[in-house]
Every structure is written in C-alpha cells, then in structure tokens.
C-alpha cells in the first residue's frame, strides 16, 4: 500500500513538474510547419504565427553558379508568404546563404522581365506588396527565375529557380490561408 501512493505521488509530482513543459511542447508543435501539397519544384507549408494561420510555398534553385567559382554559401531558397490576419498577401522572400553587399540591389529576372529588391543582411524583399504581386503573377506564368546578388566580399551569385508547379502550390495555400 505505502508503494503504491509513493508511486502515485510520484506520478502527481511529474505532472505538476513537467505539465507547463509538455503545454509548451504541444503548443510548439502547432507552430512548425506542415507540408500541405508538393508541386514538382514547389512545396506547400502552412502553420501558426501568435495562434494565426500562415501559408507559404518554398522553392530551392535548381542550379547556381558564382564568381568566384567555389563560393561557400548557406541554405539558398525562396518563399512567397500569406498571412491573411496580418493583410500580408504574396510577400516573396528571397534567402541567398551569404550577407548581401550593403545598400545592394538584387535583380529577379522571370522569363524576360525584371524586377529589383532591397536587401538585409541575408535576405532580399519587393520594395511593396505592388511588386510582390507583380513578380508573383509573373511567376504564375513563368518557366524560370533567376536570381543575380553580389556579396558583402563582392562575390557574384546567380540562382535558377524553376517554376514548374509554382501556380499549382500557389493555387493550394490561396484555398488554405484566406
């Protein structure tokens, strides 16, 4: 008898102790990212931002080349991000592996036509949600993007992305995130 309540106490003690860790574990889980659709070149993802539903479709180049050759560079991917509680529609994102050179453009070129974005340290954006959709109509239509930035060493890097199932995962977190 007296094993079995220092055993039930023990269990009683677990959970008070580990109850807050185990809430903070479930709730974090809510906030990865799922996979809700792959799309030949393009992912589909959704998951919670401060308990609000966020979508995004994510993309690696399928090919880059530098000058110099041999560049050393981090994860390089794009994403295109609707977070509809926050008005925030088709926010492309651009994360090349590398600090940007400072106060430097990136060009985005979608079969022939061109568009500039500002960068921050490792990332460049559209200078206005007016260009997000711009560039995202453009790569709805589109067969390739590429991407040109130079480094904070003056390095030059040059991304190619394909943009084969782009409107189809565009398609999906438009249905998801409204």
Known sequence: MMIKKLFLWTIIGLVIYCGPFL??????????????????????????????????ISSSPKKWSSTPKGVNRGDIYILVTHRPSFGTKDE?????????????????????????LFTDDKTA?????????????????????????????????KDYYSLLGFTSAHNKINRTCK
């Open 23 to 56: 809430i903070l574990s479930v709730a974090d889980a809510q906030t990865s990212p799922k996979i809700i659709g792959e799309y030949k070149s393009w992912t589909a993802l959704k998951y919670k931002e401060k308990g609000k539903l966020v979508c995004f």
């Open 92 to 116: 492309v994102s651009i994360y090349v592996g590398y600090p940007f050179k400072k106060k430097s453009e990136v060009i985005a070129k979608i079969d022939g036509k061109t568009f500039r």
């Open 125 to 157: 954006w559209a200078k206005d949600s007016k260009t997000d959709k711009k560039m995202v109509q453009s790569m709805r239509s589109g067969n390739q993007l590429i991407i040109n930035g130079v480094s904070s060493r003056g390095s030059k890097t």
